[in-house]
T-cell receptor
Framework: GQNIDQPTEMTATEGAIVQINCTYQ??????LFWYQQHAGEAPTFLSY????GLEEKGRFSSFLSRSKGYSYLLLKELQMKDSASYLC?????????????FGSGTKLNVKP | GAGVSQTPSNKVTEKGKYVELRCDPI?????LYWYRQSLGQGPEFLIY????????DSGLPNDRFFAVRPEGSVSTLKIQRTERGDSAVYLC???????????FGPGTRLLVL
């Protein structure tokens, strides 16, 4: 598979900003996705980057640098409900097929 | 419309038994994926269907695992002679086509005793 690395756990304060980093190595990069997963629930789609730069979506932004194999998810104005795991996933294109590789997830704890 | 649904939501079985896990993708989605997720880990790819055919089954861990999608919609993941190590959450995801974002179902929590 691909090497996808993200921190295991982070803690931040309600109302603050937090940045979750993800590094990856892949030979057929075809997009990077961020998913949010609350405990015991399915992952839900947050954002998608295929070109370099920043994609903003309300309180969530995601950045990609393909040359560095690096992405981050930025969460602003943190709320208690943002406590969840955040999964970085890389889409790799081989043999005319896209395969997704997920990181182990970053567990974010938002404290009052 | 409705999202991806999976049944059962929980399954407890004994070692050596056979289990079937079902996935109903979002209507009109041609691509369907099965993943397995262990505690504290990200989803691990098992198999991908485009329409009725398995385009890539390279993630299936061994020949005890098999999946079908006979009519290009509902899919069933079948596990023979279950082992305790098969215990995990089995997630299904679908997308409009292979280029689009995947949407996940709630998963089936399989526990093999």
């Amino acid at each position: 598979g691909q090497n996808i690395d993200q921190p295991t756990e982070m803690t931040a304060t309600e109302g603050a900003i937090v940045q979750i980093n993800c590094t990856y190595q892949t030979s057929g990069f075809n997009g990077l996705f961020w998913y949010q997963q609350h405990a015991g629930e399915a992952p839900t789609f947050l954002s998608y980057n295929v070109l370099d730069g920043l994609e903003e979506k309300g309180r969530f932004s995601s950045f990609l640098s393909r040359s560095k194999g690096y992405s981050y998810l930025l969460l602003k104005e943190l709320q208690m409900k943002d406590s969840a795991s955040y999964l970085c996933a890389v889409r790799d294109r081989r043999d005319n097929f896209n395969k997704f590789y997920f990181g182990s997830g970053t567990k974010l704890n938002v404290k009052p | 419309g409705a999202g991806v649904s999976q049944t059962p939501s929980n399954k407890v079985t004994e070692k050596g038994k056979y289990v079937e896990l079902r996935c109903d993708p979002i209507s009109g989605h041609t691509a369907l994926y099965w993943y397995r997720q262990s505690l504290g880990q990200g989803p691990e790819f098992l198999i991908y269907f485009q329409g009725t055919g398995a385009a890539d089954d390279s993630g299936l861990p061994n020949d005890r695992f098999f999946a079908v999608r006979p009519e290009g919609s509902v899919s069933t993941l079948k596990i023979q002679r279950t082992e305790r190590g098969d215990s995990a959450v089995y997630l299904c995801a679908s997308s409009l086509n292979r280029q689009e974002t995947q949407y996940f179902g709630p998963g089936t929590r399989l526990l093999v005793l």
